[in-house]
T-cell receptor, first 114, second 111 residues
Framework: NAGVTQTPKFQVLKTGQSMTLQCAQD?????MYWYRQDPGMGLRLIYY???????DKGEVPNGYNVSRLNKREFSLRLESAAPSQTSVYFC?????????????FGSGTRLTVV | DAKTTQPNSMESNEEEPVHLPCNHS???????IHWYRQLPSQGPEYVIH???SNVNNRMASLAIAEDRKSSTLILHRATLRDAAVYYC????????????FGTGTRLQVFP
């Protein structure tokens, strides 16, 4: 089925370790996004990419970097993981930056930093 | 940033209509009103969105107040599969592009 694919689904890191969360979409969408969701809360935007080659900060970008590798792929990197980054991470994509259509979300990556 | 306010939880019986309210009194003229729902251990799923006029699709209807300070998501006949957390979200597009999530309404559907 077409959609947004995230890998890995689960990950446990030690404080200070680094890792990259991968995201790919096969809907030919221009815009892609990374969100985090803490327990009992709504999602908060980390970074987004309006098109291939561009990225912009969202609400909570500190501690993260992103790469828009091509139109399909948007990765999120934690250079030095901290316990405060324990969360569920969602990638999303959208056909338009102009709010005219909805987002499609992946199933999430559950990250625990110990 | 504009924020949304929703009841923490609501209950419904199967096959009855459900009206989920949302207040967004500080909405800006360019903000779209989006609704998403989230099942346990899944990503949010798009339901519907609108700007000024009421909207209908196969999943639900969206009623927007004339002053745009509130909206209501209408599920015409609730099913057990509609049990989820429903988020009323403003898509802020002025100088940025982001969805401002609220805390959502947990909908329980009873058989």
């Amino acid at each position: 089925n077409a959609g947004v694919t995230q890998t890995p689904k689960f990950q446990v890191l030690k404080t200070g370790q680094s890792m990259t969360l991968q995201c790919a979409q096969d809907m030919n969408h221009n815009s892609m996004y990374w969100y985090r969701q803490d327990p009992g809360m709504g999602l908060r935007l980390i970074y987004y990419s309006a098109s291939e080659g561009t990225t912009d900060k969202g609400e909570v970008p500190n501690g993260y970097n992103v790469s828009r590798l091509n139109k399909r792929e948007f990765s999120l990197r934690l250079e030095s993981a901290a316990p405060s980054q324990t969360s569920v991470y969602f990638c999303a994509s959208s056909e338009s930056l102009l709010g005219l259509v909805g987002y499609t979300f992946g199933s999430g990556t559950r990250l625990t930093v110990v | 940033d504009a924020k949304t306010t929703q009841p923490n939880s609501m209950e419904s019986n199967e096959e009855e209509p459900v009206h989920l309210p949302c207040n967004h009194s500080t909405i800006s003229g360019t903000d779209y009103i989006h609704w998403y729902r989230q099942l346990p251990s899944q990503g949010p799923e798009y339901v519907i969105h609108g700007l000024t006029s009421n909207v209908n699709n196969r999943m639900a209807s969206l009623a927007i107040a004339e002053d745009r300070k509130s909206s209501t998501l209408i599920l015409h006949r609730a099913t057990l599969r509609d049990a989820a957390v429903y988020y009323c979200i403003l898509r802020v597009l002025y100088n940025t592009d982001k969805l401002i999530f609220g805390t959502g309404t947990r909908l329980q559907v009873f058989p």
